[in-house]
């Protein structure tokens, strides 16, 4: 299956504004977002140590944003859209 | 008004359009970029959940202090020292309510919402706000 990623700001800059990964069936966004890091070789941007996403990401499915637990186990579906940020500074 | 907009915004005319007769109050934020050693601040928001993030924002701040108006226009792109970045008003029957929904709101933009800084410097160069 396909899933889209979209960064913005400072992760935008490292990863990329938009970007199509395909994936297996089973994936989650957690599985997205380390092949992410293979790929881009930046895996300490959205990972503690070796697996933990940072809890200071913000990571959004479909438009709902997801906790770390969420993110971890929700099953993707094809054509999910995924978007990644790093903490927000507006205002 | 609810809005994420390049362009500059006319807080008079702003303030004229969300006034009514039960208002006592109304309670104007309005953030600019200050000259920090810098040339501007280039801002990005993921407009679509930013919108979705003030819209909610903006209803809690109602409920909870009982505003009759409210209005969010944030803007993004570059936007040089001395310009307006944020323009909040809070339409209350007194100026307590008022103050509270108004910094409220800011509070809560600050926590969550989607839109991120850039200071560009005199020399060229820019950092992104951690």
Not at chain 2, 18 to 32: E, H, L
Not at chain 2, 52 to 70: H, M
Not at chain 2, 77 to 87: A, D, K, N, S
Request: hydrophobic share 40%.
């Amino acid at each position: 299956m396909k899933i889209t990623i979209r960064s913005f700001a400072r992760f935008r800059e490292i990863f990329g504004e938009e970007q199509t990964i395909e994936t297996t069936d089973d994936a989650t966004a957690k599985t997205i977002l380390s092949a992410l890091c293979e790929s881009k070789g930046c895996r300490e941007t959205l990972f503690a140590g070796d697996s933990t996403l940072h809890p200071h990401i913000t990571v959004i499915l479909n438009g709902r944003r997801l906790s770390v637990k969420e993110a971890e186990e929700t099953a993707l579906a094809d054509g999910d859209a995924l978007v990644v940020y790093p903490p927000v500074s507006g205002g | 008004m609810i809005s994420i907009q390049k362009e500059d915004i006319d807080i008079g005319a702003l303030i004229q359009q969300s006034r009514d007769s039960r208002m006592g109050a109304q309670v104007v934020f309005v953030g600019t970029v200050r000259d920090d050693g810098i040339e501007a601040i280039e801002f990005e928001a993921d407009r679509t959940i930013a919108l979705a993030d003030l819209t909610t924002i903006a209803a809690e701040a109602t409920e909870k202090y009982g505003l009759f108006s409210v209005d969010i226009i944030h803007r993004d792109g570059i936007l040089p020292t001395g310009e307006t970045i944020l323009v909040i008003i809070a339409g209350a029957g007194h100026r307590e309510e008022g103050f509270a929904g108004c910094r409220y709101i800011i509070e809560e933009i600050k926590k969550y919402v989607p839109i991120w800084k850039k200071d560009i410097t005199t020399a060229g160069d820019s950092r992104w706000h951690d």
